[in-house]
């Protein structure tokens, strides 16, 4: 097991969540207590600690957020007209590293992180290398040049594990697909219940 793989397991042990539906995640295991000696004797939560796994399950869940830019997503929620929680997803789920993910190009969305920076996604014919670049409604994402020979590319579109979503299209062929337009939560394949509403009022204290 990698470092990488164990460090996901200790995410879903601490959150108690088997965050991405992955086969062999230890909360497969039925265990009903956190993680360490101590599991077994966790007090039940406050309102401020259920606010906070809120916003760690949905910051967990698109890999190597930072607070700092967790934070910034929040505030363009509310700069925004509309549900508070839905703009927050929306914006989260426009990000490259999660529409690549979405579209099944990768396995992983820590996987999808490294293959935008290392430049295999392209957008509107543009190489684009940075994670939390933004995706408009109908931009064309695309995987570029030697990557589309990659195994572990033709293996992630053909994994029956997971499906492609109706807010994106996918020519699995081609390997290209366009971002239709922002989802709503329900619209939102999590493997997990995300509470967003907790989210705002985690951070809106």
Do not use: C
Not at 29 to 37: D, E, L, S
Not at 50 to 70: C, D, P, S, V
Not at 85 to 95: D, S, T
Not at 114 to 121: I, N
Request: charged share 30%.
């Amino acid at each position: 097991m990698t470092k990488r793989e164990a460090s996901k397991h200790k995410i879903d042990r601490r959150l108690g969540v088997n965050l991405w539906g992955r086969a062999k995640s230890p909360l497969n295991r039925n265990r009903q207590y956190g993680p360490g000696q101590h599991g077994q004797k966790r007090k039940k939560p406050t309102d401020y600690g259920i606010q906070l796994m809120a916003k760690q399950r949905l910051k967990g869940y698109y890999g190597n957020i930072t607070e700092g830019q967790f934070r910034r997503y929040y505030h363009e929620a509310v700069r925004r007209r509309g549900d508070t929680g839905e703009n927050l997803v929306e914006l989260l789920e426009r990000r490259l590293d999660a529409v690549v993910y979405r579209m099944k190009f990768v396995a992983t969305v820590f996987a999808a992180r490294q293959f935008v920076s290392h430049g295999h996604a392209r957008v509107n014919g543009r190489r684009v290398t940075i994670p939390s670049y933004l995706v408009k409604d109908g931009d064309l994402i695309e995987v570029s040049g030697k990557a589309k020979e990659m195994a572990t590319v033709l293996e992630a579109v053909v994994a029956p594990d997971r499906n492609v979503p109706d807010y994106v299209t996918v020519d699995t062929t081609a390997l290209k697909g366009n971002f239709v337009r922002g989802p709503k939560l329900a619209d939102i394949p999590y493997t997990v219940q995300m509470e967003p509403h907790l989210v705002i009022e985690y951070y809106s204290r």
